[in-house]
Structures are given as structure tokens and as C-alpha cells.
């Protein structure tokens, strides 16, 4: 039996906490393919740097009305260009051997040749939901991974706060475009024209 089948065989023949437990004796040594198999067949959203696996928290009804209302704002503006948005699970390779699941994906060709069918080689804009586990997650170390990955655009959205960092990228790390807060419309440097109204995003039911 293979590395790649015998991870499939744990997320199939047990419950998502069994799996989860069972990464753990190997973490630091989980390959590439192992993560990807285990990723194919399981239902939470997991994360690899490096040889170990991250379990990101399931997404609250506030964390998805969110999502919902920004993929949907975003699909009407960037598909008459010839562009698309996804969401996650879609896995989107930092470099080799880190892999992140951007709450949203965006790129401005649909054809765009980094748009891989198992994973994404790169976006032109990611965006990531603050969860309240961890949000050192979200605003520093994926900061740096998107960076790193040489993302041009990357979205913070805290919905404790109620605000939204648009970070763009110069010089291999982000620089702060605009922080916005109810009351105000969300601009984005990288999609000109692009307003998005915060009291309806953070309202959004």
C-alpha cells in the first residue's frame, strides 16, 4: 500500500475528528501528494507548508453570507471582462510545498494559464475572512504567504472589526491601498471602477 492510499483510506474509513487526530504523529513529514489525496476526500479545509497540515475551522453562517456576497459582487464585474472568481475549497499553491485555500479567488482572464484544474499556480486576487480562532492567520502569515506567492492584490475582511484591507504588492511585500469601514465604498487598485458598498457587505443576510 502507497503513502497517497493509505491517507486516503484515514479520510474515508473515519470521522473528520478521528482524521483530524491522525495527522498529528506525522506532521513535519506529510508529502505533497499525501496532502492532496487526503484534500480530495475530506470535507474540511486543510492547509500544507512544508510537510505538516493545518485544519482551518468550519465557516460560521456570518463567515459564508460574506463570501456569498462578495463572490456574487465580483462574478458581475469580472466575467464581462473575460474573468473569474471561485471560492474556497480550491487549493492555490504559494510555492512549492505550501498550499493556502483562499476564502475567494480571483483572476483576470478566465484562460489564465496559472488556473489549474487540481490547484491554482496563482490569482491576480486572493481574499481571506478573518476567523476569530486565529486572526494572526489571516492578517500576518497569510499576508506574507500571498506576498511570497506574488499575489498582486489581497483583501482582509474582518468582520469583528467591520473593515476591509486592500493590500497591493510592491517590491515582494504589500503596502496598505485602503482600509474601509462602514459608512464608506470599497475601492480596489487592481479592478478600476470596482466600488463596493461596506454597510451592504457587513448587512448582507
Not at 486516503?8 to 506532521?27: F, G, K, R, V, Y
Not at 463572490?71 to 492555490?92: D, F, H, K, N, S
Not at 475582511?157 to 493590500?167: F, G, H, K, Y
Amino acid at each position: 500500500m502507497t503513502a497517497a492510499s493509505h491517507a486516503q483510506q484515514l479520510c474515508i474509513a473515519t470521522s473528520d475528528h478521528e482524521t483530524i487526530a491522525s495527522l498529528e504523529p506525522l506532521q513535519g513529514l506529510w508529502t505533497v501528494e499525501q496532502y492532496l489525496v487526503i484534500t480530495d476526500h475530506s470535507r474540511r479545509l486543510l492547509e500544507y507548508a512544508d510537510g505538516a497540515i493545518e485544519v482551518l475551522p468550519m465557516p460560521t453562517d456570518r463567515h459564508q453570507v460574506i463570501s456569498r456576497f462578495l463572490l456574487l459582487v465580483l462574478y458581475a464585474y469580472i466575467q464581462p471582462l473575460g474573468g473569474t472568481v471561485l471560492y474556497a475549497p480550491l487549493r492555490l499553491q504559494i510555492r512549492e510545498g505550501k498550499f493556502r485555500e483562499p476564502d475567494l479567488l480571483l483572476v483576470r482572464r478566465a484562460d489564465d494559464p496559472r488556473r489549474q484544474n487540481r490547484y491554482w499556480l496563482g490569482a491576480d486576487l486572493v481574499i481571506e475572512i478573518v476567523s476569530p480562532d486565529d486572526p494572526e492567520r489571516d492578517t500576518v502569515v497569510k499576508r506574507a504567504d500571498y506576498a511570497e506567492a506574488g499575489i498582486p492584490e489581497y483583501w482582509i475582511v474582518d468582520p469583528d472589526a467591520e473593515s476591509v484591507t486592500v493590500l497591493t504588492l510592491q517590491k515582494n511585500a504589500y503596502v496598505e491601498y485602503g482600509i474601509y469601514h462602514r459608512g464608506e465604498h470599497l475601492r480596489s487598485a487592481l479592478l478600476p471602477g470596482l466600488t463596493i458598498n461596506v454597510d451592504e457587505l457587513f448587512d448582507a443576510r
